[in-house]
């Protein structure tokens, strides 16, 4: 191979040259790295974060809405139903969270489409808790109006009973005074000790007045008591059939309750009231409370069986209504999970991308540096060499010469500085 010839001065120069390249290798890759990784943080403070916020904000008002709905739920109160009604802060809030979180989507289509989604299910969601809400309150309206009702059921039954008592204690007092009437008659004819002797027709007449009169009386007594005591029976029936209705839960054994068992107490009720109506004139009351009873429970306006019909569609309805919005709330919870991940893969993209001009910057800063080191020490290994061994034969040719050898030479070849120094030495 040709001998490379470069004088020390141009050796000194690529060694400046060469440190010089490094310092400006190293400081354009930091300033390359500080660039890449500050528009990393600006592309997570300018998204992700947003994000996050808008998420977290979100959530809160998703849980804010969860809570409310297990509230109207639960609540067996019309007056804390109604203070559950207004939820527009929590609209408000998720709306402008929605709006925060679809600027700082930006044009990332899949983040859009997860916000659109999640905005959708809110809104049926809300729609179907709003839903529930009107359920509930017509539900405890009914319970209202139902223990109204039972309040009127069992004042009809208690007026009735009471009635039939009375009656019943009339019939008695009737009873007595007849008793004591027939006792005075026998004590009359009491001495007739044979009546074909006494041969009066007036005689036997009052024996025979005196057993027809006991029978009757006695009969119709016994008669009027049995009524009584059903009138009293059937009416404390048809007040348990009322309270069956209310605590069915199957439409057609309320109906089957009506017609059936219902049907046959009011039957036998109302023909013991008839055959009562029939023996007094005082029970015009028990009629009317009678009849006051019977809408009460089976009017097909409104009564407790009605009312019960109501309630179990109703009840029907809010469950609907909660599949409704518990489907709602797992698609909400999805569509929410969704952006949560593409938040995430941004910013770990992000962290990724960070670590990764890291890693690069860090490999070509050593790798700049190892290259510069070596070629650095190789310039200044020739650089000793070209400079000792030309200045030890200088200092031997100085001292020949300062001995007084004159015709002493430097016996040195090359193109460097030191050549020339021996030419013309």
């Known amino acids: 191979m040709k001998k490379l010839n470069i004088t020390i001065k141009g050796l000194l120069i690529i060694w400046v040259v060469t440190a010089v390249a490094v310092v400006l290798i190293q400081v354009l890759t930091s ?37 409310r709905q297990s509230k109207i739920i639960s609540t067996n109160s019309l007056e804390k139903l109604m203070s559950l009604k207004n939820h527009g802060a929590m609209e408000k809030i998720f709306a402008s969270a929605m ?24 809104e049926h969601f809300i729609n179907a808790g709003n839903t529930l809400f009107e359920k509930k309150k017509a539900t405890l309206q009914i319970n209202q109006e139902q223990a109204d009702f039972v309040t009127k059921m069992d004042s009809a039954i208690q007026i009735i009973q009471q009635t039939a008592e009375s009656i019943a204690g009339k019939i008695n007092f009737s009873n007595k005074r007849a008793k004591r009437r027939i006792r005075k008659l026998y004590n009359k004819i009491q001495d007739f000790q044979d009546i074909n002797e006494i041969g009066d027709q007036d005689a036997e007449t009052a024996f025979q007045f005196r057993d027809q009169v006991s029978a009757s009386l006695l009969g119709r007594s016994a008669n009027l008591q049995q009524e009584s005591s059903s009138i009293r029976t059937g009416v404390a029936i048809m007040g348990g059939l009322g309270r069956q209705f209310m605590l069915e839960s199957n439409p057609d054994i309320l109906t089957s309750i009506k017609e059936n068992q219902l049907a046959q107490v009011i039957q036998a009720t109302k023909g013991s009231i008839v055959k009562v109506d029939e023996e007094s004139s005082d029970n015009k ?43 709602a709330g797992a698609s909400m919870e999805q569509a929410l999970n969704t952006v949560v991940k593409a938040v995430d893969k941004i910013q770990a993209e992000a962290e990724e991308q960070g670590y990764r001009v890291i ?19 190789f310039i200044s290994f020739i650089v000793l060499r070209r400079v ?31 050549s020339i120094l021996a030419h013309d030495f």
């Open 285 to 327: 009351e028990l009629n009317k409370e009678f009849d006051r009873l019977v809408e009460t429970l089976i009017n097909e306006k409104i009564s407790i069986l009605t009312l019960r019909r109501k309630s179990l569609r109703l009840s029907k309805e809010m469950r609907s209504a909660l599949t409704d919005m518990q489907s």
């Open 31 to 67: 300033l390359t790295t500080y660039q890449s990784i500050s528009e990393n943080q600006q592309k997570i403070a300018g998204k992700a974060i947003p994000l996050q916020t808008a998420n977290y904000d979100i959530k809160n008002t998703i849980t804010g809405v969860f809570s």
């Open 359 to 377: 890693r690069s910057s860090r490999t070509i800063l050593l790798v700049t540096a190892s290259v510069a080191l070596v070629v650095l020490i």
């Open 388 to 418: 000792n061994r030309p200045l030890a034969m200088a200092t031997k040719s100085m001292r020949r010469f300062a001995q007084g050898d004159i015709s002493t030479r430097m016996d040195y070849k090359g193109k460097d500085e030191f």
């Open 99 to 122: 709006a925060s979180a679809k600027n700082a989507a930006g044009d990332d289509v899949t983040i859009k489409e997860s916000l659109t989604a999640l905005e959708k299910t809110y």
